[in-house]
């Protein structure tokens, strides 16, 4: 591309890695090691241009044997290898202890196919789904069925980091990172897509509450004052995990949570309103970040949040962002 980079950062397209890129390339140009950073992500699939990358990740990587353990706490010994299968030993074990329900797991993927339903470019924005459909999708590993899973696509993303005074000279109005808290790497954060105190894989078990949280503290907000909130939705159980974490509601009332306020754009708190990675896309969670600056600039058309002036993005792991317009 004839390109000439004096600052270059790389890291795992994964969605745990969205919140550390933004806060590196912030961090880059508030240094003065870069004046703009293109945050660019690409997402490709197996069936497309992945043949291509045989040998470089895909089937030919063995998820436990990545990262010490695997991203996510899965074991290759006991023949968890895939995310899909330790994140559903979540969400079990959360039906179990607290008594939530398929129905309740289906209320998830049921409102984030709503919310795809008013964004054109959603891939599954032309399929709806209901609970009776919900439930005739076949169970892949118990409890998650078909629609509990993000999808597998191609295509990519990118973000525009520059300093406020750089931004404020540009055509489009700016958004701002007003605040944002690192991933959590411990024995009871950095496990199968679960909040601490579950007792999954190595995890310990205890009482959850939500500790204090910087990225309130940074952006001097609180979480009444979120317009909408952005989560790596990976698997439906993300978000029981999500709210809980963050202080939404208390622990094992993510489910009624959920039933009580809806996901939509209408919705008290409107969750994924692009659709996220189950509905949407699969982009590693950058589409969620490149929703959030549409949101913030009144772009997102029938799917618009009104009044929307403070997003948050998070994942089970504990980071987050703010961005405020």
Known sequence: MGLDCRYVDQAWAH?????????????????????????????????????????????????GLRDVGGGHGEWSVHGVDTPGAA?????????????????DLSRIAVGYRQNASLNPMAILGGKPLTEDTYFDEPVISGPFRRCDYALSNEGSTCLIITTAERAR???????????AQSIRANRDSYVMFSRPGLGVGFA???????????????????????????VYDSFCSNLWMILERFGFCAEGEAPAWV???????????????????????????????????????????????????????????????????
């Open 87 to 103: 994140t559903s030993m979540v969400a079990q074990r959360y039906m179990e202890k607290y008594g939530a329900t398929a129905t």
């Open 169 to 179: 000279d540009l055509a489009k109005r700016p958004v701002t990172v007003a605040g």
């Open 259 to 325: 039933e009580k306020s809806g996901l939509t754009v209408h919705s008290d708190l409107p969750v994924n309103t692009n659709g996220g990675l189950m509905a949407e896309g699969h982009f590693s969670g950058y589409a969620h970040l490149v929703e959030m600056v549409r949101q913030l600039r009144g772009e997102a058309g029938a799917r618009q949040i009104s009044g929307a002036s403070v997003l948050q993005w998070a994942t089970p792991w504990g980071d987050s962002m703010i961005f405020t317009s």
């Open 204 to 230: 310990d078990e205890f009482p959850y509450s939500a500790q204090s949280q910087p990225v309130y503290q940074m952006a001097e907000v609180s979480q009444t004052e979120v317009d909408g909130l952005f």
């Open 15 to 63: 969605g745990r890695w969205a919140t550390g890129l933004v806060l590196h390339a912030g961090l880059a140009v508030m240094a003065g090691v870069a004046d703009v950073v293109a945050i660019a992500n690409t997402s490709v699939a197996g069936r497309g241009y992945g043949r291509h990358l045989v040998g470089l990740g895909g089937a030919s990587t063995h998820e």
